[in-house]
Nanobody, 120 residues
Framework: QIQLDESGGGLVQAGGSLRLACAIS????????MTWSRRVPGKEREVVAN???????KYADSAKGRFTISLDKDKNTGYLQMTSLTPEDTADYYC??????????????WGQGTQVSVSS
């Protein structure tokens, strides 16, 4: 079965950096795209960054210049490098990916989330 395992969240001071990772398990998978989004109580989920199989990326305005999304296709692992963090970045961060397999075709999968807390 396809599973997304996130890591790298934690507590960091304002101005610091964190690198989130999203490892996709499964046999003979092709990652078509990956998305990082975040959610705080009382607000809609915000898409932070996208990366596509052709290498194109897209960022939310709040993330431009500070966050970098990447995808290691050989390892089927995606990353979100976050710098210059502020308390407004505090949220639960979720990795999602559109993954192709011979058995299932192209299907969207979600990780369980990882918490990021930025202190003043």
């Amino acid at each position: 079965q396809i599973q997304l395992d996130e890591s790298g969240g934690g507590l960091v001071q304002a101005g610091g950096s964190l690198r989130l990772a999203c490892a996709i398990s499964g046999n003979a998978v092709v990652v078509n795209s990956m998305t990082w989004s975040r959610r705080v109580p009382g607000k809609e989920r915000e898409v932070v960054a996208n990366i596509y199989n052709n290498g194109n990326t897209k960022y939310a305005d709040s993330a431009k210049g500070r966050f970098t999304i990447s995808l290691d296709k050989d390892k089927n692992t995606g990353y979100l490098q976050m710098t210059s963090l502020t308390p407004e970045d505090t949220a639960d961060y979720y990795c999602s990916a559109n993954v192709y397999t011979w058995r299932e075709g192209s299907v969207d999968y979600w990780g369980q989330g990882t918490q990021v807390s930025v202190s003043s």
